[in-house]
């Protein structure tokens, strides 16, 4: 096998990945002249598919206050497991490094908290205490702007690798 060949990925990947971009366009469809009170429905039956697409547990928007850049408070969620409470709103204090990473525009990806770097010791407690077992939080962001917010999906159950 030529060294081009070891680099191809696997039909199988190439039809998720193919799956994938397909999810994305008719979500992205859907939001096409939706009327604005259609709008909170409308993104909650998208963070169930992304939900059941990535096989998570759990997927939250984040936003931003102006009036209070501390916090970062949900706007929407969807939870796959019986009695989880609905997130609330969160402070810089409990999340000091991945609110760093986000507002740099840097997507954050850990396997488990302890795959967490030493730097986000107090993210890596916060998760602990809040049940993640792995997270993916992607910065929000509308055109060049700073980041406004975060998507973030998260496995409750189990740890997992995010592909």
């Given at each position: ?21 397909m999810l994305l366009a008719e ?11 259609d709008l909170d429905q409308q993104?909650e039956v998208t963070l169930r ?115």
């Amino acid at each position: 096998m030529s060294e081009v060949d070891s680099a191809r990925p696997a039909p199988a990947d190439l039809e998720r990945l193919l799956e994938f971009e397909m999810l994305l366009a008719e979500i992205s469809t859907a939001f096409i002249d939706l009327s604005p009170g259609d709008l909170d429905q409308q993104i909650e039956v998208t963070l169930r598919r992304l939900c059941r697409f990535l096989g998570t547990d759990f997927a939250v928007l984040w936003q931003w206050s102006p009036a209070a850049p501390e916090v970062i408070s949900p706007t929407h969620y969807v939870c796959a497991l019986p009695d989880i409470p609905p997130p609330g709103p969160m402070s810089q204090e409990q999340y000091p490094w991945v609110r760093r990473q986000i507002l740099a525009g840097k997507t954050v990806v850990a396997r488990s908290p302890e795959a967490m770097p030493a730097e986000a010791s107090v993210d890596r407690e916060t998760c602990r205490a809040v049940g993640i077992k792995s997270a993916l939080c992607l910065p929000l962001c509308v055109g060049g702007e700073p980041p406004v917010g975060a998507l973030g999906l998260n496995a409750l159950r189990e740890e997992r690798d995010w592909p």
